[in-house]
């Protein structure tokens, strides 16, 4: 296990993770700030390994539909990208999601809107958690801090996503693809053989081996009638999602007076900022939700069932400040800190926000 | 002679391909589609493949391709399916994938997925059917539509200088090294079905084989949208579409540059 501890940016704990996981596919295009995923798979070459295939398509969109046609043949299958280029494969996890096909699909995200930056943003949370495609669908929604929690939600991210037939999306930014750390790495397990997959996949497009009943995977369906159910059927998946796989942490929420929440890397600069301010004498909690979609609701409205405030800290222009006070029902004050086109917040500003929102809102009297 | 001593089995001369359902098909009366299903799971069925052969149906009149042709299917977006056929057969390697478009969903907004996979060379058949508009839409201009054609969108006809030139598809993927069988036929006589026919058991044959790319072209009738009676509509593709797109094959690795028909 020991030789198992590595020191490794994010985006290459990704494809270190997709290997070892036993994923059959990786299909992608480069974008910075997470072309490292690509590249790292290019130079492990796990094709000859595993037998994983890893394709440099000619387009997000094509990148996208590849994931599609892998999927749907019950293939594990993933894709990354950067916010532009995942804008690209809206329309492909739209189908993702309307053909019930399980698939991983990496965000690592940048500033907008626009070609925006190559800085580290959180601005599609809206796009991620909201539906992002057209369509009434979900994502499962994971964010990574850390740079082992890249590595594990692969797996994490594969599993859900075969359990429930349904994408799944690591939801991470720039500064968490980018930074180095130490990751352990999961043991590498064999990918699945054929036959495990007609078993594990029996609606898989694969051959009609055996001579079974031809399988079709499709979104379409022109019977309104028929078109409803499904969605219904849909709709009691994301249900099941929701009462079952909520994940967050929370930090210091027992004798909280103010509540920060954030996700993903700027959670830990919350971290530190809560830390300064526990030496004098603030006591502010954190809640990080780590599954965005479904959202922790009931965890913040416990959470804040004693606090005078709420902190949303987000590196957008707040977006996920509208979850949170949904789950209070504004029967908190709720306000936003965040930094956008590329700028990553520190504890100290972070702090200044809480201060001026709920401590001292006017110094000057 | 009594009519039961003719419906023997060693007399039968013709019938319904085994993997063709039957399912009534939604297509307009004179449609080239129901034909070229037809031939697709002939060959599908003569070379063995039942098991092996996986479709990806288009966005377009086709989209229920897999209500027709008793095989795997996935359905793709619009224009993406050698995207999905790139995917599958890499995964696959030992199946045989198609695609089956239309020329709006392949020429026009899957322009991009064609180009690549026929460069990547992908072991795959891709079939256009050619009629030079968008049937399921309504009948709106393609990029293959003729000059001078009207369309719902070119309704004083196709202008070169408005509108942009016929693309020829074939030819220009006949360029790419990674297809190693680019031809283009039609259905609208027995002996031009016969033709299609072993173009498209040469391409099943390729796939089989892993030579890289096959990609056949049907040109194709669109009786309801070029607002034609099935008979006047083979008589106008003759004299029409031909002239733009001439029948034969384009390209075969396996015949020595310079010698191909």
Redesign the interface.
């Known amino acids: 296990m020991k030789d198992d501890i590595k020191l490794m940016k994010g985006n290459e704990a990704i494809a270190h993770a997709a290997i070892r996981y036993g994923a059959d596919g990786y299909f992608g295009y480069p974008i910075t700030p997470q072309s490292e995923v690509l590249e790292t798979l290019e130079a492990l070459m796990p094709w000859e390994t595993t037998g994983m295939v890893v394709l440099q398509a000619e387009s997000e969109v094509a990148s996208i539909n590849m994931v599609y046609g892998g999927a749907a043949s019950g293939k594990a299958v993933m894709t990354s990208s950067s916010s532009p280029g995942v804008s690209l494969m809206q329309e492909g996890i739209s189908y993702l999601a309307a053909s019930e096909l399980p698939a991983l699909i990496v965000n690592v995200m940048r500033g907008g809107p626009g070609l925006g930056t190559i800085h580290p943003s959180q601005s599609d949370y809206f796009q991620a958690t909201k539906g992002g495609g057209h369509g009434d669908y979900h994502l499962i929604v994971l964010a990574p801090s850390t740079v082992q929690e890249m590595a594990d939600f692969v797996g994490l991210g594969f599993d859900l996503a075969f359990k429930y037939r349904t994408p799944a999306m690591i939801l991470a930014d720039g500064i968490v693809g980018q930074m180095m750390e130490k990751v352990v790495l999961p043991p590498q397990r064999p990918r699945r053989t054929d036959e495990e997959v007609r078993r594990q996949c029996p609606w898989a497009v694969n051959g009609r081996e055996g001579g079974r009943k031809r399988n079709v995977v499709t979104s379409l369906e022109l019977d309104s009638a028929m078109m409803e159910k499904n969605n219904e059927r849909f709709q009691r998946t994301y249900r099941e999602i929701e009462k079952n796989e909520v994940r967050y942490e929370a930090k210091y929420t027992e004798d909280a007076d103010y509540l920060i929440v954030a996700f993903g890397s700027i959670a830990r600069i919350c971290l530190k900022a809560i830390e300064e301010a526990r030496k004098e004498g603030i006591k502010i909690g954190l809640i990080r939700p780590i599954t965005l979609w479904p959202f922790p609701y009931e965890a913040i409205r416990e959470a804040a069932r004693n606090v005078k405030g709420i902190l949303c800290v987000e590196i957008n222009a707040g977006q996920m400040i509208e979850d949170v006070r949904l789950a209070v029902s504004d029967s908190v004050p709720v306000t936003h800190f965040g930094r956008m086109g590329g700028i990553v917040p520190n504890p100290q500003e972070v702090l200044d926000s809480l201060r001026k929102d709920f401590i001292n809102p006017n110094p000057q009297k | 002679m009594k009519r039961e001593d003719i419906i023997k089995p060693e007399n039968k001369v013709y019938s319904r391909p085994r993997l063709l359902d039957k399912n009534i098909m939604h297509y307009c009366p004179g449609c080239s589609h129901g034909v070229v299903h037809k031939l697709v799971a002939e060959v599908i069925e003569e070379l063995g493949l039942?098991?092996?052969?996986?479709g990806?149906?288009p966005v377009g009149c086709a989209?229920f391709a897999?209500n027709y042709i008793?095989?795997?299917?996935?359905?793709?977006?619009h224009g993406?399916a050698p995207?999905?056929?790139?995917?599958?057969n890499?995964?696959?390697p030992s199946?045989v994938v198609f695609t089956y478009q239309g020329d709006g969903d392949l020429a026009a907004i899957g322009s991009?997925?064609t180009?690549?996979a026929c460069t990547r060379g992908e072991n795959i058949v891709i079939i256009m059917i050619n009629n030079g508009i968008y049937g399921m839409t309504g009948g709106q201009m393609s990029p293959c539509t003729l000059e001078g054609a009207k369309t719902a969108t070119t309704p004083y006809g196709r202008r070169a200088d408005l509108n942009g030139f016929p693309l020829r598809v074939s030819n220009v993927v006949s360029l790419l090294d990674g297809t190693c069988y680019v031809t283009r036929q039609a259905v609208h006589t027995p002996a031009a079905v016969r033709k299609a026919k072993a173009a498209l058991k040469k391409a099943f044959t390729n796939a089989r084989d892993k030579k890289g790319t096959s990609f056949v072209e049907i040109v194709a009738t669109c009786s309801s949208g070029w607002k034609m009676t099935p008979d006047k509509s083979n008589k106008w593709m003759a004299e029409n579409m031909f002239a733009h797109y001439p029948l034969g094959d384009i390209k075969d690795t396996a015949i020595p540059a310079g010698t191909a028909q």
Do not use: F, G, Q
Request: charged share 30%; glycine share 0%; hydrophobic share 55%.
């Open positions: 039942e098991d092996s052969a996986i990806i149906a989209v897999y008793d095989c795997d299917w996935i359905e793709a977006a993406r995207a999905l056929a790139t995917a599958v890499r995964l696959y199946k991009a997925e180009i690549h």
